[in-house]
C-alpha cells in the first residue's frame, strides 16, 4: 500500500509516544503488585493486536485471533489456582451408553484416580467424559467443551460448574487438554479420540509436550486398543516408522489397577523437566545416589550429546520447584522414548 509503515518487530524501535501510551495503559490495567512481571509479554501482545489492523487483515482472520486468545485467556485463569495439583485428562467416545463395559472402566478409572489426589478433566460431554467426571466428582472435575451442532453438550456433572471451559476452536481445547495436565488415559472412540490419541502421541515424541504418563484402556476383555497396537507394531514399528524405544512411551491394559499403577509409578520419584539452554534439568522427590548415576551414564550415554548426567544444583533461571533434587544432561532432544526409559529408571531404582 503507498505511504503505508511497516511495523518494525523489535518493539523499541516503534514509535516512542505509542509505548508510552502501551506502557501507560498496562500500568492502569494491571494490579499494583504481581508475583512475576508480565509487562513485556503483555506489550507483545498489545502490539500483535496492532498490527492485525495495521496489515489490514482479513476479518475471518482478525476473529480466529481474537477469539483464540480470549479463549486461553479465560482456560488459563480457570486452571491458575490448580497448577500444583496432580490432574489426567480423559478422551473418548461421547456415544458410549452409561450401561456399557467401557463407560464403568471409565467411571472406576476416574475414582480411583481421584483417591490419589488426580482432578479429572474431560471434554465435558457425555459419553466416557461424564464417566470421568462422575467418577471424580463434580468438585475434583475440570471440562474443557467444544462448541458442536450435535452430541457435544455439557454433562450434569460439570456444566455449571465454575470449572467449566466453552471452546469454539478445537485447537485451542486440545492445548488446554496437554498444558494442564500430568497423565492421559484414552478409552475407546471414534475419529476425535484417534485425533487427540496421536497428536498426544506426536507431541510427547517429539518433545513438544512434557514426558507424561498417557494409557489406553480397554474394557475388560476388549480388543479396541489391542487391535490399534497390533497395527501399530505391523505398519510402523516392523517398518521403522518409528524406533522401537516409543513403544514406551504409552501402555495399552484392560485392567484399571494397571493403568492407575502406570500413572502413580510415574510421579514416584520423577517431579518434572524443562530444559535450561543446552541442559535438560528433570526435579526429583529424592537425590539420586552415586550409583545410580553411574549406572544413567552406562545406559543412556547414546542420548547426551556430550558430558555425564549429574546431580545439579538450581539453575538461576529456574523460577519455580527449586526446592527439589535434580539431574541435568545434554539431552540429545530426539530419542524421547529412551528419555523416557530413564525416568522409568529414576522411578524404580
Same mark, same amino acid.
Not at 96 to 107: C, G, I, N, S, V
Given at each position: 500500500m503507498a505511504g503505508s509503515r511497516t511495523l518494525p518487530d523489535n518493539f523499541d524501535a516503534w514509535d516512542p509516544r505509542i509505548q508510552k501510551e502501551i506502557d501507560d495503559l498496562i500500568s492502569l490495567a494491571g494490579p499494583a503488585t504481581r508475583e512475576e512481571d508480565n509487562r513485556d509479554l503483555?506489550?507483545?501482545?498489545?502490539?500483535? *493486536? &496492532?498490527?492485525?489492523?495495521?496489515?489490514?487483515?482479513?476479518? %475471518?482472520?482478525?476473529? /480466529?485471533?481474537?477469539?483464540?486468545?480470549?479463549?486461553?485467556?479465560?482456560?488459563?485463569?480457570?486452571?491458575?489456582?490448580?497448577?500444583?495439583?496432580?490432574?489426567?485428562?480423559?478422551?473418548?467416545?461421547?456415544?458410549?451408553?452409561?450401561?456399557?463395559?467401557?463407560?464403568?472402566? *471409565? &467411571?472406576?478409572?476416574?475414582?480411583?484416580?481421584?483417591?490419589? %489426589?488426580?482432578?479429572? /478433566?474431560t471434554g465435558a460431554g457425555p459419553g466416557i467424559m461424564k464417566a470421568g467426571n462422575e467418577g471424580a466428582g463434580k468438585n475434583n472435575s475440570f471440562g474443557i467443551n467444544i462448541k458442536l451442532p450435535l452430541e457435544q453438550t455439557a454433562n450434569e456433572f460439570i456444566g455449571k460448574d465454575p470449572r467449566f471451559i466453552d471452546c469454539r476452536f478445537f485447537f485451542t481445547r486440545k492445548l488446554m487438554f496437554l498444558k494442564e495436565t500430568s497423565a492421559v488415559a484414552f478409552f475407546p472412540g471414534g475419529f476425535g479420540t484417534h485425533d487427540e490419541a496421536m497428536e498426544t502421541l506426536t507431541l510427547v515424541q517429539t518433545g513438544k509436550a512434557d514426558m507424561m504418563p498417557l494409557v489406553f484402556i480397554d474394557a475388560p476383555g476388549g480388543d479396541y486398543w489391542k487391535d490399534w497396537l497390533r497395527y501399530i507394531e505391523k505398519h510402523l514399528l516392523k517398518t521403522g516408522r518409528i524406533s522401537p524405544p516409543d513403544v514406551h512411551i504409552f501402555k495399552v491394559t484392560d485392567s484399571i489397577d494397571a493403568a492407575v499403577q502406570e500413572i502413580v509409578q510415574f510421579y514416584k520419584n520423577f517431579h518434572s523437566m524443562r530444559f535450561v539452554k543446552d541442559n535438560l534439568v528433570i526435579r526429583l522427590l529424592k537425590s539420586p545416589s552415586q550409583a545410580l548415576l553411574e549406572k544413567l551414564n552406562a545406559e543412556f550415554k547414546d542420548i547426551c550429546v556430550k558430558g555425564t548426567i549429574v546431580s545439579s544444583p538450581v539453575y538461576p533461571e529456574e523460577t519455580d520447584h527449586r526446592e527439589f533434587p535434580r539431574i541435568s544432561f545434554q539431552f540429545d532432544r530426539t530419542n524421547y522414548g529412551r528419555l523416557r526409559q530413564l525416568i522409568n529408571r529414576l522411578n524404580t531404582d
Open positions: 503483555v506489550r507483545q501482545m498489545i502490539v500483535t *493486536a &496492532l498490527k492485525v489492523e495495521h496489515s489490514q487483515l482479513d476479518r %475471518g482472520d482478525a476473529k /480466529i485471533l481474537a477469539r483464540a486468545m480470549r479463549e486461553l485467556r479465560y482456560g488459563f485463569r480457570i486452571f491458575k489456582d490448580y497448577r500444583e495439583k496432580r490432574k489426567v485428562t480423559i478422551f473418548g467416545s461421547a456415544r458410549t451408553p452409561k450401561d456399557h463395559p467401557e463407560y464403568k472402566q *471409565a &467411571l472406576a478409572f476416574s475414582k480411583l484416580m481421584a483417591k490419589h %489426589g488426580f482432578m479429572a /478433566i
